[in-house]
């Protein structure tokens, strides 16, 4: 008895694990509060030689309680205006007052400033492209010299188990933990399709076809929830559940490339014919998939990460506090994936066991 008990703990421990994954990123991905940010400021454009009130909003911040709060406009790595004076209304508000040159040092008739917020309490915050400065005159020499530079130095760091704010993703980026996660998923449950065509064109066994069918099922079910996580995503985010990004043009391309693997199946009466030619065409479709979704959006402009030129999964997207849960969440869903094909694969046994009675 204690033998067949380890026995089947040894056979199916991934399920658990794949539970316990699961579970752990549910509840650290939306457990884990967001670190301190800035939300959105006020004006967002002004002209040069003026001097104005910026009043910034924060997210989860605690202006109130952190000591000195500084703030600063930075045009660059190297140069910054730092704020004449800053009021703190509340812990959410705050007010800086700013003077700007009458010329500045770029040859841009428009140029965009960062800013940069730092407390004892909350550290540093950032805002890229906060306030964007309209120059009456372009003359890069007279901003030179009319430059005064504020260095950015001395910035609080606080740590705490957060996830970063991000500019316009704010809360939406926990769906970073279900959103990509389970495009991993499906890429590998088609890596496992294709592997098993592979394997009944080479020994001819029905149990491998069988086995091709089950994970490309599960493997459209993560494609559809991956589509539907990033719709949703999208909305917040780009203001649109449908964009016409070429990242989700493509893959509703290729999506539809693997709805007809199950049409071509349909079509053949033959179990060894369906099976034969249905490999084929698993193998062609997984073909496809690697260059619609990973190679094309490389090559074009896109709004997702990862696209024209931009590395994904670099310090921008993920953080290491982010790489605690997301690692975890790709393998989650993956065996979760791989944990539904098995069941898919053994009903169809049982039907066609039952169909032979």
Same mark, same amino acid.
């Given at each position: 008895?204690?033998?067949?008990?380890?026995?089947?703990?040894?056979?199916?421990?991934?399920?658990?694990?794949?539970?316990?994954?699961?579970?752990?990123?549910?509840?650290?991905?939306?457990?884990?509060?967001?670190?301190?940010?800035?939300?959105?400021?006020?004006?967002?454009?002004?002209?040069? #030689?003026?001097?104005?009130?910026?009043?910034?909003?924060?997210?989860?911040?605690?202006?109130?309680?952190?000591?000195?709060?500084?703030?600063?406009?930075?045009?660059?790595?190297?140069?910054?205006?730092?704020?004449?004076?800053?009021? @703190?209304? *509340? *812990?959410?508000?705050?007010?800086?007052?700013?003077?700007?040159?009458?010329?500045?040092?770029?040859?841009?008739?428009?140029?965009?400033?960062?800013? @940069?917020?730092?407390?004892?309490?909350?550290?540093?915050?950032?805002?890229?492209?906060?306030?964007?400065?309209?120059?009456?005159?372009?003359?890069?020499?007279?901003?030179?010299?009319?430059? @005064?530079?504020?260095?950015? *130095?001395?910035?609080?760091?606080?740590?705490?188990?957060?996830?970063?704010?991000?500019?316009?993703?704010?809360?939406?980026?926990?769906?970073?933990?279900?959103?990509?996660?389970?495009?991993?998923?499906?890429?590998?449950?088609?890596?496992?399709?294709?592997?098993?065509?592979?394997?009944?064109?080479?020994?001819?066994?029905?149990?491998?076809?069988?086995?091709?069918?089950?994970?490309?099922?599960?493997?459209?079910?993560?494609?559809?929830?991956?589509?539907?996580?990033?719709?949703?995503?999208?909305?917040?985010?780009?203001?649109?559940?449908?964009?016409?990004?070429?990242?989700?043009?493509?893959?509703?391309?290729?999506?539809?490339?693997?709805?007809?693997?199950?049409?071509?199946?349909?079509?053949?009466?033959?179990?060894?014919?369906?099976?034969?030619?249905?490999?084929?065409?698993?193998?062609?479709?997984?073909?496809?998939?690697?260059?619609?979704?990973?190679?094309?959006?490389?090559?074009?402009?896109?709004?997702?990460?990862?696209? #024209?030129?931009?590395?994904?999964?670099?310090?921008?997207?993920?953080?290491?506090?982010?790489?605690?849960?997301?690692?975890?969440?790709?393998?989650?869903?993956?065996?979760? #994936?791989?944990?539904?094909?098995?069941?898919?694969?053994?009903?169809?046994?049982?039907?066609?066991?039952?169909?032979?009675?």
């Amino acid at each position: 008895m204690f033998i067949k008990e380890k026995n089947m703990i040894g056979k199916h421990w991934w399920k658990a694990l794949s539970v316990l994954l699961l579970l752990y990123v549910l509840v650290a991905g939306l457990a884990v509060p967001l670190s301190p940010g800035i939300s959105k400021v006020s004006p967002g454009s002004v002209r040069t #030689g003026e001097a104005f009130t910026l009043e910034a909003t924060g997210y989860n911040s605690r202006y109130t309680q952190g000591g000195l709060v500084r703030a600063w406009l930075k045009l660059d790595d190297e140069r910054a205006l730092g704020a004449r004076s800053v009021e @703190v209304a *509340d *812990d959410r508000t705050l007010r800086a007052v700013f003077h700007i040159p009458e010329y500045l040092p770029v040859n841009r008739k428009v140029q965009d400033f960062s800013l @940069v917020i730092d407390s004892e309490g909350d550290g540093a915050s950032v805002l890229p492209s906060a306030v964007f400065v309209t120059q009456d005159s372009i003359d890069p020499e007279m901003g030179q010299k009319s430059w @005064v530079n504020t260095p950015i *130095d001395n910035l609080h760091e606080k740590w705490a188990m957060a996830f970063p704010f991000r500019n316009i993703l704010g809360e939406t980026i926990r769906n970073t933990y279900f959103h990509v996660p389970m495009w991993f998923a499906m890429l590998f449950l088609f890596i496992a399709s294709a592997a098993y065509s592979v394997r009944y064109l080479r020994k001819g066994e029905l149990d491998s076809d069988h086995k091709a069918e089950s994970f490309t099922r599960a493997g459209i079910l993560f494609g559809l929830l991956g589509l539907a996580t990033g719709a949703i995503w999208a909305k917040n985010t780009w203001g649109a559940y449908w964009s016409g990004d070429v990242k989700q043009n493509m893959t509703a391309i290729a999506l539809l490339i693997y709805f007809a693997y199950f049409v071509l199946r349909a079509v053949f009466e033959d179990p060894e014919k369906k099976a034969r030619i249905s490999a084929v065409y698993n193998i062609f479709a997984f073909a496809t998939l690697i260059p619609l979704i990973y190679v094309i959006p490389r090559l074009t402009d896109s709004l997702h990460p990862g696209s #024209g030129g931009n590395p994904a999964f670099g310090s921008e997207d993920l953080d290491n506090t982010m790489r605690l849960v997301f690692y975890p969440a790709v393998i989650g869903w993956t065996l979760l #994936g791989f944990w539904m094909a098995n069941l898919l694969f053994r009903i169809e046994r049982i039907r066609l066991w039952m169909m032979e009675r």
